[in-house]
């Protein structure tokens, strides 16, 4: 079973509202990671992190934003929430050897926006 | 895009029954992977072939991974009701640093 945790799991919220989506791991992991996916499709990267003070934009371009001042913590963060944003959010990790980019993934967020 | 194809988009099979699933990407990879996703929940990872391997096995896992024709296959043997699941591949793209996945397999198993 990973360590790697996410809450809430589910959210209901109004549009405008700021949400932030949590996002811990206890693996000590340097590569961190958000995904959304939308029922029954793949996976979208919207951003990673390669360790502290770390992170970039992934390939769907996305309005939230991330943040990661430790190593185990990279939470995402809405600053005014709309339908469209109405998803699944998967958090990950890795470990740092590309030759072995496995992912451990949470249980992810069901965000609904009203 | 880079991303992934699998095929079929969904299988429904009898228990007990062999389970094929396949995957195609579009561009040189270091290594491919697959994933399991039970429904509105996170993604497990299954196992990872290499680029340099052809086969590999895990338990009633098989995966075949065929460079020529940038292509993989995962075989589950004897399929049981609990591997009703979604099934991702993923594969690593030479000099990039992240994981790219498929669109999946929704794969249902009769009792």
């Known amino acids: 079973e990973a360590d790697i945790y996410q809450t809430p799991r589910y959210l209901v919220i109004g549009t405008g509202k700021k949400i932030t989506l949590e996002c811990s791991q206890t693996?000590?992991?340097?590569?961190m990671y958000w995904y959304q996916q939308d029922p029954g499709m793949e996976l979208h990267l919207i951003h990673y992190?390669?360790?502290?003070?770390?992170?970039e934009k992934g390939d769907l371009s996305s309005e939230s934003t991330v943040s990661r001042i430790r190593t185990e913590h990279f939470p995402l963060t809405l600053e005014s929430a709309r339908p469209s944003h109405t998803s699944q959010y998967l958090c990950a990790s890795s470990e740092t050897t590309v030759s072995n980019e496995k992912l451990f993934f949470g249980s992810g967020t069901q965000l609904s926006v009203l | 895009s880079q991303q992934g194809e699998e095929d079929p988009q969904a299988l429904s099979i009898q228990e007990g029954e062999n389970a094929t699933m396949n995957c195609s990407y579009k561009?040189?990879?270091?290594?491919l992977q697959w994933y399991r996703q039970n429904s509105g929940r996170g993604l497990v990872h299954l196992i990872l072939?290499?680029?340099?391997?052809r086969e590999k096995h895990s338990g009633r896992l098989r995966v075949t991974l065929d460079t020529s024709k940038k292509s993989s296959s995962l075989l589950i043997t004897a399929s049981r009701a609990a591997d009703t699941a979604s099934y991702f591949c993923a594969h690593l793209i030479q000099g990039a640093q992240k994981l790219v996945f498929g669109q999946g397999t929704r794969l249902t198993i009769n009792p």
């Open positions: 693996m000590g992991h340097d590569k």
């Open positions: 992190s390669y360790g502290v003070n770390s992170t």
């Open positions: 561009t040189s990879i270091n290594n």
């Open positions: 072939i290499r680029s340099n391997e």
